[in-house]
């Protein structure tokens, strides 16, 4: 890239496919982008394989604007949508068993402090509600009760979408699905409560609706768990395709969720609140 971390090597210029040298010469490495510049670089994530209106491409699009150091950045995913697409991103990731996702990153950080320990590299967990909300859930919460340097971010769309709309533990009481036909039994589980008390610094529930909030939630995120442990962002992704709306309803549907139970929330501790006064202090 423009400053040297990333480049092709001379030999290899004229086989390169063109997207790549768009990436390489016009693209996030090494520069502080975010969400305000989308549409100004070369993303990290442009087409995708996803449903049309799929809220997942919408805030997976927004978390790789937001990052702040993607050329060091390891995604680790598990099986659902999401996983389509973590192949099509200009990312490391590794796509792990179902539900083992944060105990696989919680071996890779402390592996990439003892081998880069001069350099920083963020180890990011994206997954949906079942890999980390239902399956997961006991690893989940044990890279918490570890301190671990993580940050762990859920798409949330309620439902386990890729096997037929199955209920979960994040569909809401009474939500009747594809393979829920009589709603769900019990309430929404609180996962970013859950999260704040299982030793996460700072936890967050966010809307696309806002997504420069969104982009600043996610950054913070992943800037705290360098230095202080574990965060915890969860971010409503609705879905046209089991939740039968139409994919252009889908700004309509996160607005009106912002306006109940799906606005902009933050779990904040005294060392993370700190270290956001410090960040503001800098700029």
């Excluded at 570890?146 to 762990?152: P, V």
């Amino acid at each position: 890239m423009k400053d040297g971390k990333l480049k092709i090597v001379p030999v290899f210029e004229d086989i390169m496919p063109q997207e790549y040298i768009d990436l390489v010469n016009n693209g996030p490495f090494g520069e502080d982008y975010g969400v305000s510049d989308l549409g100004s670089f070369k993303e990290l994530l442009e087409e995708h394989p996803l449903c049309a209106g799929c809220g997942l491409a919408l805030a997976k699009r927004l978390i790789a604007a937001s990052f702040p150091n993607p050329e060091d950045t390891i995604v680790v995913g598990t099986t659902g949508c999401s996983s389509l697409s973590f192949t099509q991103m200009a990312l490391h990731n590794i796509h792990s068993i179902f539900g083992n996702q944060n105990a696989v990153a919680s071996g890779l950080k402390r592996a990439l402090k003892i081998r880069f320990p001069e350099k920083t590299k963020d180890v990011v967990v994206i997954g949906g509600d079942g890999g980390l909300g239902d399956i997961g859930l006991g690893m989940v919460m044990h890279s918490w009760f570890r301190g671990e340097n993580i940050a762990t971010i859920m798409l949330d769309n309620e439902a386990y979408a890729n096997t037929g709309g199955q209920e979960s533990g994040m569909s809401t009481l009474g939500k009747v699905l594809n393979m829920a036909p009589t709603g769900k039994k019990f309430p929404k589980l609180s996962l970013p409560k859950i999260a704040y008390d299982s030793g996460c610094v700072y936890t967050a529930l966010v809307n696309p609706a806002d997504a420069k909030k969104l982009g600043k939630i996610v950054r913070n995120a992943i800037l705290m768990a360098r230095e202080l442990g574990p965060t915890y962002v969860q971010i409503y992704c609705p879905c046209p395709t089991n939740f039968k709306f139409k994919p252009e309803e889908t700004l309509d549907k996160l607005k009106e969720r912002r306006k109940e139970d799906y606005k902009t929330q933050e779990f904040i501790s005294p060392e993370a609140k700190q270290f956001i006064e410090r960040l503001e202090g800098e700029k």
